[in-house]
């Protein structure tokens, strides 16, 4: 059995772990969220802006979870957002907000945004795989929140 050589930068990697999420990451990931929700409200009809957008509340959801109930609302209130928005896009063919799914998102992004910034990319793996779990689940016992 051949034994695995140790990675002498081990310590690096633990360490930029459990710092906040480098600026520049923040800026980007952000940017692209921020571009899908312009499209969504724009009426787009492409699934991965949708889908971009969903998976950051879903995990935003997850890691509100984690600091405070005070967080958590504004990211329900944007997870029914883009359920009903989901329904504009069965109805109409278009993706597309009402009034308050606009302010709802606006308020999410917010939230969801100052996370990620204050956050360690650790936080936000975990709250990602919770997120991924939490859908497995939903989808084997068929619940549909």
């Known amino acids: 059995m051949k034994r695995r050589a140790k990675n002498p930068t081990t310590w690096a990697n633990v360490i930029a772990a459990r710092q906040q999420t480098p600026q520049a990451i923040a800026d980007a990931t952000m940017t692209k969220l921020y ?42 209130e944007a997870r029914d957002a883009l359920i009903r928005c989901d329904a504009i896009r069965g109805k109409h063919g278009r993706y597309g907000f009402d009034g308050p799914g606009l ?37 084997a016992t068929g619940a549909n929140q």
Do not use: H, W
């Open 35 to 76: 571009s899908a929700y312009a499209d969504l409200k724009a009426g787009t009809t492409d699934d991965d802006m949708f889908d971009r957008v969903a998976a950051a509340i879903n995990v935003g959801l997850i890691r509100a979870e984690q600091i405070d109930a005070a967080c958590v609302a504004p990211m329900l």
């Open 103 to 139: 302010r709802a998102m606006a308020a999410g992004l917010e939230v969801y945004e100052e996370m990620l910034r204050k956050s360690t990319p650790l936080q936000m793996r975990q709250a990602l795989t919770a997120s991924m779990e939490r859908m497995r689940l939903q989808i």
